[in-house]
């Protein structure tokens, strides 16, 4: 027999297996019911969905247990519908036709039906897990990963399993091998971007930022049934309480249609909501799921000196069969998330449930020596004391209690905010503001409106916040914010780094009682990353703020007036892409992970992530660049000032324009300048879209250097995501790079409004200005001329500068001009220096990212040392281009800068003077060699991997010092 | 009377500068083009009429000195510093977007008003929708004129 032949048999054999399998359980049947399943089972897709929810509805819950049985036998039509009770293969996608949803009651006796159905397996299946659970405590992951491969066995796959077989990865600090939970997490999808899976990966790993990845799963868009599954199952991760009856008996069917035990798990989470005592089958698992799970203390013990409190929150979604945990879950998820969140129910039963949990403590107590909750556990009572998340969710439960109306002294207050997290996530806005109307220090208004400015979206209280912050900082500290966070900073250390984060440039740019010039909010912002630094002894704050410095030096150099107009909210962006986005990229990254694929730093999927995120930085109507497009730029202001203000020129020449042939000339070329500059607002200056097919804002990914970026962007991803194993910093990431994509469409609006400058002047018309009729008029009609072309020029240009990017919003920096920059500074210590600075504005070299900083200290030190020690009046020649790598794509950028030596110095003495030995110590150059050194260069090379020293030598009496910095992209 | 016309557009505030001289007989005309100025004024002198435009400056724009940010409710600010001041100075919003972001949600120029008083308790006479070339915002200001 053929392998074909034996297949076809095999086939055959279960088909007629099934089939007899299918008739004893229709036998088992009511005929009349039996008719209408049969009539179900042969109908096609829509009827049969239709008699078998009728069938569900009309029918007690014996016979539907029994119809069931039949339809998980045979589906209809290829209808699957009902999915197994233990299934084998586990169920990570929408792969049945959801069901209507049943009365809870009906659920209920359901369950206990199948629980008795069921005796024998469930008790095994309760004796296993209890060991199960006991390995997972003892750390015993060898053991763990034979059990979970003993309860598939028996049970069947369930998410609850799943989270404890993530759960145990997660733990598995020595890496043991754990085959079965490989490849359970694996049959689950993990590496085919399944959202299910992976967002219990996630959620586990100890630095992810919790309540971003609950926010966006719990937002996951909506679609009906055709993700209700989907939604259901990832939500019991972040919160698996029901809202209401309703919600609860959604979800029954959700879990049920990913195992038996889901539904049991969930009806235990949320018994509170239905006595279900009488129900006795059903009743003795669910107790003994919770006896199966050991002590809550047990749990919480492991985690007091590793990982914290909020790393114990985040892996209590996998003990969610312990009572205890479902008590404490209920508080934090209640508490610790947004009171806005359309999930939650905040009614008096929970808060009269929480009464028991919670203890009474005074608001001013929350962040002191007491014990806040009721419960008898030394060890969660240790966790909770040491961490924040229960001192949190307390805050909030008590504010709840009192609306706000209460009091606590400013001293407790700074300790409490010390001691809490994400409270600007989790606070209720308006009963805020009665604890600011009952606050009986300024700085205590202040605590308070920095939690609530960033949480609400009322302009009015960003307003109070900067009014208040304003007043105590001229008031007490002379005017300098700096002071006022350094001040803070002595009181809690906390509250100055959120300070500290708060005052972002475009925070800082709206305190007109402080900050009068866009300079100090360059300098104001560059001394708290400064200060930042000196605080941490991270360096990248550093690097920030002298980027900052730089910047202005460059803006001093060009003494240009600077007016651009584009922006983005980056605050929002970064909103939206928490929201949209990160639960995405989580999955992608859990999916190159366990494919082992980070090395190859490129994802398809991460790279058309990139693209969505760049088409809402352009075209979002509130926070992209289509809102500054269109209310800076767009609505009226370009024809103002390009049409409005050219033509206003009329005032100036009555006469002139008295004359009827002039007018009439005149009146030709201002239709056609009026018409031209309405098409270029109502067809160009647009974000592109169906209805704006030239739109100049291109907000796709095809051009080649488009790709480069964001290929760029997705190794800087991976990356990223590689050494902290979280999507944390990605929305800053995507935020830079979306913004070196907008320099792409930035440079074709800016080389389309070059392109229409000789439409708009029609220089042959105006030629024909000249040619009066009135020869008295003609000196006047050619100062008119001029003044028309000088007027739209000058205007031309100032509206190119509309479309610069913003220097603020990511460093970025000519070559030329840095070369400048630093030529001008040396110069105020060598005022003889010679150096050509002048350049071609064409072929300028512009860097994004941080390496310009790094560029200007080489600069810096080797343009100080020629003037030092060389010929300063023989002037500096130097030498920028770029050079391919030998590496493919691999691009680099060098400089070359030489300059002659004095007259009485010999190559071989400067020779030896520019000899670094490697025996010398170059960690400290910086420290320790004034303002230069070519040891400082030497410094640059070994902190930063992409600088490379290529030269330095004494010849023809000429120090020539050559250097390359590697490019991510061009 | 003294009015205070906030806009950092020249051609825009030429119109509104043209359009009170032409209107009084006495008019003294503040104006400012950024949301620093602005404050600075408000703090220093009370005015019988204030015309707000909603997306300015932060700074003024000096060559040299860098961008100032683009503030798209930059406005709001004004209204909120008088209110902060316990002023009530009459103010009309004049715009050349269509709609006026508050809170977050886009109000039509018809229902910017009411939100505003809404939402961030601040009066405005009411919002004027600018066109260069058109009268239309020229009759609209009178019509608020008319309130105070």
Not at chain 1, 326 to 334: M, T
Request: aromatic fraction near 10%.
């Amino acid at each position: 027999m053929s392998t074909d032949q034996k297949d076809k048999k095999i086939i055959e054999n279960v088909w007629l297996n099934s089939m007899k399998g299918l008739n004893s359980e229709l036998k088992n049947l009511d005929i009349d019911i039996r008719n209408k399943v049969r009539a179900a089972i042969s109908s096609d897709g829509k009827n049969a969905l239709r008699l078998i929810n009728n069938l569900r509805e009309k029918n007690n819950s014996y016979e539907v247990v029994k119809i069931e049985k039949v339809l998980r036998i045979k589906d209809c039509n290829g209808v699957s519908s009902i999915p197994q009770i233990f299934p084998e293969m586990p169920q990570t996608s929408e792969s049945f036709v959801r069901l209507s949803v049943l009365p809870l009651e009906k659920y209920l006796k359901i369950f206990d039906i199948l629980c008795f159905e069921n005796k024998e397996k469930l008790t095994l299946f309760l004796e296993c897990l209890h060991r199960l659970n006991y390995s997972i405590i003892s750390s015993k992951t060898v053991d763990c990963d034979l059990y979970i491969k003993k309860i598939i066995d028996l049970v069947g796959y369930s998410h609850f399993l799943l989270r404890k077989a993530a759960l145990v990865k997660a733990r598995n600090n020595q890496n043991y091998e754990t085959p079965n939970i490989d490849k359970f997490l694996s049959d689950s999808g993990l590496g085919n971007n399944n959202t299910i899976v992976s967002s219990v990966i996630q959620s586990y790993q100890e630095e992810q930022d919790y309540l971003v990845m609950k926010r966006s799963i719990m937002n996951i868009r909506e679609r009906g049934d055709a993700n209700k599954f989907t939604r259901d199952m990832t939500r019991l991760i972040f919160h698996p309480h029901a809202k209401n009856y309703k919600d609860l008996c959604e979800m029954l069917q959700s879990n049920l249609q990913s195992s038996f035990i889901d539904a049991l798990i969930l009806l235990k989470i949320n018994s509170a909501a239905k006595d279900f005592s009488s129900y006795k089958g059903l009743s003795l698992v669910v107790d003994g799921l919770g006896k199966s799970s050991g002590c809550i203390n047990d749990l919480a013990k492991k985690y007091i000196d590793s990982g914290g409190e909020t790393l114990f929150y985040k892996h209590t979604s996998a003990w969610l069969e312990n009572k205890d945990v479902i008590n404490y879950r209920l508080l934090q998820d209640h508490f610790n998330d947004d009171p806005a969140a359309e999930y939650l129910n905040i009614d008096q039963k929970l808060i009269d449930k929480l009464g028991n949990w919670v203890e009474s403590v005074s608001l001013s107590k929350i962040g002191s020596n007491y014990i806040l909750t009721k419960h008898k556990f030394p060890d969660l009572h240790e966790l909770e004391y040491k961490g924040n998340t229960t001192r949190s969710a307390v805050y909030n439960y008590i504010i709840f209690l009192s609306e706000g109306y209460d009091k606590i002294p400013e001293n407790e207050l700074i300790n409490l905010m010390g001691k809490t997290r994400d409270l600007h996530k989790t606070i209720n806005t308006e009963h805020h503001k009665n604890l600011v109307l009952n606050s009986e220090t300024l700085l205590s208004r202040i605590i308070f409106y920095l939690l609530i400015a960033k949480k609400s979206r009322n302009e009015a209280d960003n307003f109070s916040l900067r009014r208040h912050l304003q007043e105590i900082v001229k008031r007490d500290h002379e005017g300098s914010l700096l002071a006022f966070v350094k001040f803070i900073e002595s009181k809690s250390h906390e509250v100055a780094i959120y300070l500290y984060e708060t005052c972002t440039e475009d925070f800082i740019a709206k305190l007109s009682h402080l900050i009068f010039t866009p300079y100090a909010i360059t300098e104001t912002r560059a001394s708290l990353h400064q200060w930042m630094s000196e605080l941490t002894g991270e360096k990248a704050y550093l690097d920030r703020a002298r980027a900052l410095l730089i910047d202005h030096q460059i803006n001093r150099i060009r003494n240009e007036i600077d007016d651009n107009r584009i922006y983005v909210d980056s605050a929002r962006f970064a909103e939206w892409i928490n929201d949209e986005v990160t639960r995405d990229l989580d999955v992608i990254f859990s999916s190159i992970e366990y494919n082992k694929k980070l090395e190859e730093m490129y994802d398809p999927q991460l790279f058309h992530l990139v693209a969505k995120c760049y088409a809402a930085f352009c075209g979002n109507n509130f926070f992209g660049i289509a809102s500054y497009l269109g209310r800076r730029i767009r609505h009226g202001t370009f024809k103002g000032h390009l049409y409005s203000s050219v033509i206003a020129i009329e005032d100036k020449y009555p006469t002139l324009l008295r004359d009827a042939s002039f007018f009439e000339k005149w009146r030709r070329w201002k239709a056609n300048y009026e018409s031209c500059v309405d098409m270029m607002i109502q067809e160009y200056l647009h974000v592109e879209s169906i209805s704006k097919p030239n739109g100049l804002l291109k907000p796709n990914i095809k051009e080649r250097s488009k790709i480069d970026t964001v290929l760029a962007c997705s190794r800087k991803l991976i990356e990223e995501y590689s050494s902290s194993k979280t999507s944390n910093s990605a929305s800053q990431i995507i935020t830079e790079y979306c913004w070196r994509l907008l320099e792409h469409d930035l440079r074709n609006i800016k080389s389309f409004i070059k392109g229409k400058k000789s439409d708009l002047v029609q220089s042959d018309l105006l030629s024909d200005f000249k040619n009066t009729s009135n020869p008295q008029l003609q000196n006047s009609a050619k100062d008119f001329a001029r003044d028309v072309q000088r007027h739209a020029n000058d205007k031309l240009l100032t509206m190119y500068n509309w479309f610069n990017r913003p220097a603020s919003v990511s460093p970025k920096a000519s070559v030329y001009l840095l070369y400048k920059a630093v030529v001008a500074e040396v110069r105020d210590t060598f005022p003889n220096l010679e150096a050509d600075t002048e350049f071609d504005a064409e072929k300028d070299i512009v860097l994004a990212g941080g390496a310009y900083h790094v560029l200007y200290d080489a600069f810096y030190v080797i343009v100080f040392n020629a003037a030092k020690h060389g010929k300063t009046d023989a002037g500096i020649k130097r030498e920028i281009f770029f050079r391919k790598g030998l590496e493919r794509d691999k691009i680099f950028i060098v400089v070359s800068i030489s300059s002659e030596i004095r007259c009485y110095q010999t190559e071989e003495e400067v020779s030896a003077l520019l000899k670094v030995s490697p025996e010398e110590n170059i960690e400290d150059a910086h420290l320790f060699e004034g303002r230069s050194g070519l040891r400082k260069l030497h410094h640059l090379q070994k902190s930063d991997n992409n600088f490379s020293i290529d030269k330095v030598c004494c010849q023809d009496r000429k120090v020539t010092v050559e250097f390359a910095y590697k490019l991510e992209h061009t | 009377m003294k009015v205070f016309i906030i806009e950092d557009d020249d051609f825009k505030s030429k119109s509104l500068n043209d359009f009170f001289v032409g209107k009084f007989r006495e008019v003294s005309i503040t104006n400012s083009t950024s949301l620093v100025d602005a404050i600075s004024n408000i703090n220093d002198h009370v005015y019988d009429l204030i015309l707000v435009d909603m997306a300015i400056p932060s700074h003024p724009i000096r060559p040299g000195e860098g961008a100032p940010m683009s503030l798209l409710t930059g406005g709001l600010d004004v209204l909120l510093e008088l209110k902060a001041l316990n002023r009530s100075d009459p103010c009309i919003i004049v715009t050349q977007y269509y709609e006026i972001e508050i809170c977050g949600e886009l109000y039509s120029m018809h229902s910017a008003s009411d939100a505003i008083k809404d939402l961030l308790d601040c009066e405005v006479l009411g919002c004027v929708g600018y066109m260069e070339g058109s009268n239309d915002w020229q009759v609209k200001i009178n019509e608020l004129l008319e309130k105070i």
